[in-house]
């Protein structure tokens, strides 16, 4: 399995911005997504954003979209999360997670479910303050 190591999380205020790194040691898919999910307390962990390494396409929950913006760098094996105009509501541990694509509408796509990602890493805490 991959190891995944997050990187960049940390205290802001609202209206802020953070930017996540997520370096892995190698690529374990023929076709791979790189998501990050996000968990706070008390509430279930949700899919933010997710890409196709390599391939460039890119998967955003609503919550998000005009947001945050994920971003690869293949040659360093990462994956980059973005996080602006931060709220807090988007206090959480972040995880990043590595996965299979799929084949879905036109071409191939990485959904935010957390069934499709088989390596985890560990998590970098975001907490946004008023």
């Known amino acids: 399995q991959a190891q995944l190591v997050e990187s960049g999380g940390g205290s802001v205020q609202a209206g802020g911005s953070l930017k996540l790194s997520c370096k892995f040691s190698?690529?374990?898919?023929?076709?791979?997504?790189v998501g990050w999910f996000r968990q706070a307390p008390g509430k279930e962990r949700e899919g933010v954003a997710a890409?196709?390494?390599?391939?460039?396409?890119?998967s955003y929950v609503d919550l998000v979209k005009d947001r945050f913006t994920i971003s690869e760098d293949t040659a360093e094996n990462t994956v980059y999360l973005q996080m602006n105009s931060l709220a807090l509501e988007d206090t959480a541990m972040y995880y990043c997670?590595?996965?299979?694509?799929?084949?879905?509408?036109?071409?191939?796509?990485?959904?935010?479910?957390?069934?499709?990602?088989?390596?985890w890493g560990q998590g970098t805490q975001v907490t946004v303050s008023s």
């Open positions: 997670a590595q996965g299979r694509a799929g084949f879905y509408g036109a071409g191939w796509n990485c959904r935010l479910h957390g069934d499709d990602y088989g390596s």
């Open positions: 190698s690529v374990n898919y023929g076709r791979a997504c």
């Open positions: 890409i196709y390494f390599g391939g460039g396409s890119t």
